[in-house]
C-alpha cells in the first residue's frame, strides 16, 4: 500500500541524533514514578555532575537536547511507474526536518517517536512539499543486525520511521516537476487521505568517529574527552549521526499512517539476518520495501550480497511454490540500487504469477532455497502506537486488522498479551472496517508497558516481543501525584517536586529558561502554561520534551504560576510525604541491558 | 552592496591578514542580524524570523570556517568585536564610503541594511521591482570577489603551507554537516565555495548550492513581503503573488543603535538588563575566541552563553525605558571578561 505505489519521490541523507541519554539509566531516572533519582540530600548540580561521571560507563550525552534534525538531505529521485528517474527538476531540493526524539519506554529502544511541527521538502516559493504535523513520526521494525561492522552503541541497528499528513495539511507547488504534478493529479482521488512520509535511519555514528567499537580503547578515550568538555562547563551535546533513506507517496484511507500496513514479509532467518520487509500487488507489478532489510557488512556500507533473492508465491504450508514471482539479482538490492530507490524494488509479474500472489503468501528466499522472509497474512497493528495515559483513567484504542496489506471485515479476533508477561489480557473482534477496540487502562503507581497484538482465531501467546515480527503498542501511565498536587503552591515545593525533575536531567534547559530562578519562572508563567498544556503535548516544543509530567506537578506548578509571589511567601510549610517505593524489577531488568 | 579592500596578495602574511577581515566581516554581520530578530516577539512573523535565523547561523558556521583556514595555513584569529553605529572591517559601500552599519528592529530599513551587506555583484533581477545595477569602486570588491582573490591565492600555496588538524572547529557539537576540518587546499575551497555560495547564490539562480535561497533574496522576501517563486518567465522567477506575511507592527519597541543611547538616564531595571546583555555578549566573544585558538570544549561555553544573551535580550525588550512605550535591545558593547578578544 501507501508509499510502494506510484508516483512516489525519494529523499536520502543525514539525521543527527540528540537525545539526552540520562533517563535512559534507572540509576537516574524512574519511569514508573517518572522522576530523576534525585538522593535525599542530593543536590541538582551534584546530580549533573554524577551523569557526566556515568559518561565513561555508556551514558553518552548527558547535554543532549532531544533534538533529531535532518542535514544534507534533499530529494533523490522519483518513480512515476517507469522506475527510478533523478532529472525530475524537484530532484536536489532541500528537505527539512526537525523533531524531538522521545522514548514512550525510557529505558528500552523499541518505542522511540519523534514529536515535530513540520516536514519540509523542498522551499518555498519553488517546487515544494509543505506538510504541518497533525500526528508524530513513530518508530519501528528496529532491526539491531543491521550492520555488524558499525557495533557502537546502537550504530549495529536501523529503523523505520513513518507518518502521514492529510491533504488540508499539505501544501503542494509542482511548478515544472512532472513528478509533483503527477503526486498532486494521484492525491486528489476520493480515496486518497493525504500523503505518507516513511524513512529509514541507519548506520549511526557516535562521538563523530566511525571507527569507534564498544568496549575500545578509542571509545573509552573519546568518553574522557567528552567527560573533560563537559567539566569545562557551557553546553557541550554530543549528537550522533545517522544515515536516512526515505519516500513519500500516497496515504489512502485505512492504510495506518505510522508503520507500514502493506503485505508483510517477516524475518525469517535465524539471527533475523534480513529484516522484515513489506510489499504491495498492483496489477502487474510486486513492490517490497527492502529499505530496513539487507545488512551492510562494511564501513563502505555495501550490502550483504544473498546472491539472487527470488519472490515466490506459497500454498498454504508455507513450502509448496505456487508462482515464481521474480527474481532479484545483487545489483538491484546492492548500496547503489538502495540509494537510488531507498530500499524500494519492483518485480514485474505475468498474469498468472500476479493471480496467484494476490491470495497466496509470498515468501522471498535465496537461490538455493533459504528462507529469508515470508509473508504473515494478518497483522493486527495499533493506531496509538505509544499512548500515554494518566494514572486513574482509560482511553479507548483501535487496532486495524489487516489481511495480506487490506483491511479485514468483521469477525476476526484480536487478542492483546502483556509484552513483560506474555498473559492475555484481552480480546475483542473486528467490525466491518476491520477494527477491534480496546480499553486501554492505567496503571496503578505509574508504568510502561508495551502489549503485543495478534490477529486470528486460535491465538498462541507469542515467545517474547519481537519488534521484527510482533506488532506491538506501548502504554505509559504518568502517576497521579496526588500528594504534589496538594501541596502548598510555594517555590520551594514547586522546585523540588516538579521543577527540580528536569533541571536535574535536562542541563540544555539553561539555554532556555533557568528552572531553579523564581523570578524567571514567573516571568514565563503564560508561556509554560502554554508549553505544558496537555493540548499540545503532540507540539514539538511541548514542556516536558521527555512527555513526563504527571498531572500532580502540573497542578502544583499551576497552582505557583497562578499565585501572586508575595502570597505563594506566606505558604505553610508542605507536610511531609511518603517516599515513593521504586519499582525494583524494572530497575534490575535495566540494569541487566546496560 | 558592501564591497571590501583588496590588496596584492602575495605573502601568507597577506592571506591572514585578509581572512582576518573576512571573520571580522562574518563576526560583524551578527549583531545587526541578531537586533532585528531578537525584535520580533516570540509567535509573530515567523517566516521572517525563520529566515533571519537561518543567515545567522550561516554567517556563524562562515566565521568559523574562515578560523578554520586561517588556522590551516598557520594563522591565529583574533576576533575584533566592532562598535555599532559603525562599519564592518575594510567594509565600502556603494559609493565608494564606508557603509554604517546600524542595530535596527525588523523593518524595512533593518533589511534594506542586510539586503545592503549580502548583495551579489549582479542580483538576479525578477519581474515585479527590478533592482538598480551598483557601481564598483575601482580598489573595492564585492565579499564574493574577495574570496575569489583569496581562493586564488590559497591555491598557489605549496602542500607543506598547511597544517593539518590545528584547531580546527568541526561539526561534532553543532551545526552538523556545515562545519567541517580544513586540513589541505581543496577543504579550503569547498570552505569558499559555501561561504560565497550561501552569501550570493550562483550568478544565474537565487539558489545557493544547496538549493536554498542565498542570503540576499532571504533578505529580499522580507524586504517586499513576497515570496520569491519559481515562474514561467525569461528569468525563471518573480516576487510573489504569495506574500511572506510580514507585519512590521508586530516587534518590539526597540529604539535603534543602543550603543550610542545614553542608559544612565533610564531606570535602573533598563541599565541592569542592558549590563546583563553586555556581558553575555562579552563572554560568547571570550570564549569563541579561545574555541577559535584551539581551547576544547570553548565553543560549549560560547553557544551557551549566547543562549544566555537571548534570555537576557528578552528581558531586556519587555524592560521599559524612561519613555515607557520604548525598550532596547542588546547594545552588543564588548567588555573583555578574560583578556579573549582583542579590542
Known sequence: MSVLETPRIYFRGEIAWDPITTNNDPDFYNENTAESVISPGETVQAYRESAIQAVPTGLWNPHGTHRSIFFDTEISGADLGAGTITDDP???????????????????????????????????????????????????????????????????????????????????????????????????????????????????????????????????????????????????????????????????????????????????????????????LDRDRLTIDLGNSIPEVDELLSKQDFGDLKAVAVAADGVTVLAKLGSLDYHQYDRNSYERASGIVTLRLDAKAAKAAKGANIQIRTGDGVLVLAEQALRALPTDHNLYLDEGKSAQSFIQVFKHGAPVGAGTLVTIYDGNSLASVGSATTNSSGVAAFTMSSIAGGAVEPYILVAGPNPVAPAQLDPQTTPYMYVRTLPADAATAALPPTWDNVYAKVLANWNAMAPCMDNWLRLNDEAQVRAYAPVLKQLTDPGNFEAYRFMPVTRDMTPGERTLLYAFLDSAPAAALEMAEAPAQKPRLRNLEKMSRAMRSR | MIRLELKPLETIQDAWTMLEQAI????????????????????????????????????????????????????????????????????????????????????????????????????????????????????????????????????????????????????????????????????????????????????????????????????????????????????????????????????????????????????????????????????????????????????????????????????????????????????????????????
Not at chain 1, 511548478?175 to 498532486?184: F, G, K, T, V, W
Not at chain 1, 548506520?203 to 573509552?220: E, F, K, Q, V
Not at chain 2, 568585536?81 to 567594509?91: D, T
Not at chain 2, 564585492?142 to 600555496?157: H, Q
Open chain 1, 90 to 280: 524537484f530532484v536536489g531540493s532541500p528537505c527539512g526536518f526537525l523533531g524531538m526524539l522521545v522514548d514512550c519506554e525510557p529505558y528500552g529502544a523499541w518505542s522511540s517517536q519523534q514529536f515535530f511541527d513540520s516536514m519540509q521538502f523542498g522551499i518555498a516559493g519553488g517546487c515544494q512539499i509543505s506538510c504541518a504535523r497533525t500526528m508524530r513520526a513513530v518508530a519501528r521494525y528496529i532491526n539491531f543486525v543491521r550492520n555488524s561492522h558499525n557495533r557502537m552503541i546502537a550504530g549495529v541497528g536501523s529503523v523505520i520511521w513513518q507518518t502521514s499528513f492529510p491533504k488540508a495539511a499539505l501544501q503542494l507547488d509542482a511548478h515544472d516537476s512532472p513528478a509533483l504534478i503527477a503526486l498532486n493529479k494521484a492525491i486528489a482521488a476520493k480515496d486518497v487521505l493525504g500523503l505518507t512520509v516513511r524513512w529509514n535511519t541507519y548506520r549511526t555514528i557516535y562521538y563523530d568517529n566511525p571507527c569507534l567499537r564498544n568496549g575500545s580503547a578509542a571509545t573509552a578515550a573519546a568518553a574522557a574527552a567528552l567527560e573533560a568538555k563537559l567539566n569545562e562547563g557551557g553546553f557541550q551535546p554530543n549528537p550522533a549521526r545517522g544515515l536516512v533513506v526515505g519516500v513519500i507517496g500516497l496515504w489512502r484511507k485505512s492504510e495506518p499512517a505510522q508503520e507500514p500496513g502493506d503485505r508483510a514479509l517477516l524475518a525469517a532467518l535465524p539471527g533475523e539476518v534480513v529484516a522484515s520487509a513489506f510489499a504491495r
Open chain 2, 24 to 343: 571580522g566581516v562574518e563576526f560583524g554581520t551578527l549583531p545587526p542580524y541578531l537586533y532585528a530578530m531578537f525584535s520580533i516577539p516570540p509567535g509573530q512573523n515567523v517566516p521572517s524570523a525563520s529566515r533571519i535565523k537561518s543567515v545567522l547561523l550561516q554567517e556563524m558556521v562562515h566565521m568559523c570556517l574562515a578560523c578554520n583556514i586561517l588556522n590551516a595555513i598557520g594563522g591565529a584569529p583574533a576576533l575584533k568585536p566592532p562598535s555599532y553605529p559603525g562599519f564592518l572591517p575594510g567594509g565600502i559601500g556603494p559609493d565608494g564610503k564606508p557603509l554604517k552599519i546600524r542595530l535596527l528592529r525588523l523593518s524595512r530599513e533593518a533589511m534594506k541594511q542586510a539586503m545592503d551587506i549580502e548583495e551579489p555583484v549582479d542580483p538576479l533581477d525578477f519581474p515585479d521591482a527590478p533592482l538598480e545595477a551598483l557601481a564598483a569602486g575601482p580598489t573595492a570588491v564585492t565579499i564574493g570577489e574577495f574570496y575569489a582573490a583569496l581562493d586564488a591565492f590559497l591555491a598557489t600555496l605549496p602542500g607543506q603551507a598547511w597544517k593539518s588538524n590545528r584547531n580546527q572547529i568541526t561539526d561534532d557539537q553543532f551545526f552538523a554537516g556545515q562545519l567541517f576540518a580544513v586540513n589541505a587546499y581543496p577543504d579550503a575551497h569547498r570552505a569558499i565555495s559555501i561561504i560565497v555560495s550561501e552569501g550570493e547564490g550562483a550568478k544565474d539562480t537565487p539558489l545557493d548550492f544547496q538549493d536554498e535561497l542565498a542570503h540576499f533574496y532571504r533578505f529580499s522576501e522580507i524586504y517586499r513581503d513576497k515570496v520569491l517563486t519559481k515562474a514561467k518567465n525569461k528569468q525563471g522567477y518573480q516576487w510573489g503573488p504569495r506574500k511572506l506575511g510580514v507585519d512590521w507592527t508586530k516587534v518590539f519597541p526597540c529604539i535603534p543603535d543602543p550603543g550610542v543611547h545614553d542608559f544612565s538616564k533610564e531606570p535602573a531595571e533598563a541599565q541592569a538588563a542592558q549590563a546583563a546583555c553586555n556581558l553575555a555578549y562579552s563572554r560568547m566573544v571570550d570564549a569563541l575566541q579561545s574555541a577559535m585558538t584551539g581551547t576544547a570544549g570553548q565553543l560549549g561555553v560560547a553557544v551557551r552563553a549566547m543562549f544566555d544573551l537571548r534570555l537576557a535580550a528578552q528581558v531586556a525588550l519587555r524592560t521599559p525605558l524612561r519613555d515607557p512605550k520604548l525598550v532596547a535591545g542588546p547594545a552588543f558593547v564588548y567588555t573583555p571578561t578574560s583578556g579573549g578578544a582583542s579590542q
